[in-house]
Nanobody, 123 residues
Framework: QVQLVESGGGLVQAGGSLRLSCAAS????????MGWFRQFPGKEREFVAA????????YYADSVKGRFTISRDNAKNTMYLQMNSLKPEDTAVYYC????????????????WGQGTQVTVSS
């Protein structure tokens, strides 16, 4: 069973940037698509971004398109989320997850999840 560990969250001012990392254990990282979700207090998790096994195909929620960039380094078993022009409404817990299919926007297509990392954007 793969383990996913997020890091890079923190407190940043509006307009600032953060880069989240998701480190995966195991040898199969490069075989799977991966995604980022976020959860606001009291709300369901929502899709943020995803990419296929090679990183050649990427997918974004409309709310982050043009501001966030997802990428991966299969040699390092790590996925990233570069977040620029952050807004207070981006404040959430961010989760990385492993996809079991290609319906990347759908939460139930993901079978392994990290523990989450808090991102707080102050106004």
């Amino acid at each position: 069973q793969v383990q996913l560990v997020e890091s890079g969250g923190g407190l940043v001012q509006a307009g600032g940037s953060l880069r989240l990392s998701c480190a995966a254990s195991g040898r199969t990282f490069s075989s799977y698509g991966m995604g980022w979700f976020r959860q606001f207090p009291g709300k369901e998790r929502e899709f943020v971004a995803a990419l296929n096994w090679s990183g050649g195909r990427t997918y974004y929620a409309d709310s982050v398109k043009g501001r966030f960039t997802i990428s991966r380094d299969n040699a390092k078993n790590t996925m990233y989320l570069q977040m620029n022009s952050l807004k207070p409404e981006d404040t959430a817990v961010y989760y990385c997850a492993r996809a079991q299919g290609s319906s990347y926007y759908t939460e139930n297509m993901y079978d392994q999840w990290g523990q989450g990392t808090q991102v707080t954007v102050s106004s």
